[in-house]
Antibody, heavy 116, light 113 residues
């Protein structure tokens, strides 16, 4: 059974760095691409970036300067790091498995508030 | 970036009604080499993660009821629910995966009339 679970801090101070971990089971991160999507409270979905099964990455250009996506294949985990956080980075961060180009399985999401 | 525009932003419906919602892209999502449209529809219920309903503009995911119908090509797409059920009340997003950055529409919220 495919499962993804995000974990990370619920509260981050402005200007600090957000680190969220996506732990997957039921598939290997070396066999499927993994994507990150975020959603501000009460708003729509924004694609953040992806790590391809070969290990290369692609980022939303609007976030690229602050963003890093990496993985630990031995633990089947994918990591999202975003620095210089501002209040408008508040929201839920989802990781999702990519199947044939679409996000066919999603985690429950990690809710993050950026506030002092 | 490809801009995705969904209309309406919200729609009040009654159970059993037929519902249609629109998604337009700022450029064609039809890839000429394989004749596929790189357009997906997701459903997000309150408090839940998005769920993939349809890929390639019209291919339902396994387990998705056949009342959900995706159609369209190029830049104009439609999601139709042939007979809305109470459990279909949710926000529906279209997404293009033709080119990165992948982009979503603003969503159509189905509410009870």
């Amino acid at each position: 059974q495919v499962r993804l679970k995000e974990s990370g801090p619920r509260l981050v101070q402005p200007s600090q760095t957000l680190s969220v971990t996506c732990t997957v089971s039921g598939f290997s991160v070396t066999s499927y691409h993994v994507s990150w999507v975020r959603q501000p409270p009460g708003k729509g979905l924004e694609w953040v970036g992806a790590i391809w099964k070969g290990g290369s990455t692609d980022y939303n250009s609007a976030l690229k300067s602050r963003l890093s996506i990496s993985r630990d294949t031995s633990k089947n985990q994918v990591f999202l790091k975003m620095n210089s956080l501002q209040t408008d980075d508040t929201g839920t961060y989802y990781c999702a498995k990519l199947g044939a180009g679409v996000m066919d399985a999603w985690g429950q999401g990690a809710s993050v508030t950026v506030s002092s | 970036d490809i801009v995705m525009t969904q209309t309406p932003s919200s729609q009040a419906v009654s159970a059993g009604e037929k519902v249609t919602m629109s998604c337009k892209s700022s450029q064609s999502l039809l890839y000429s080499e394989n004749k596929k449209n790189y357009l997906a529809w997701y459903q997000q219920k309150p408090g839940q993660s998005p769920k993939l309903l349809i890929s390639w503009a019209s291919t339902r995911e396994s387990g998705v009821p056949d009342r959900f119908i995706g159609s369209g090509s190029g830049t104009d797409f439609t999601l139709t629910i042939s007979s809305v059920q109470a459990e279909d009340l949710a926000v529906y997003y279209c997404e293009q995966y033709y080119d990165t950055p992948w982009t979503f529409g603003g969503g159509t919220k189905l509410e009870l009339k």
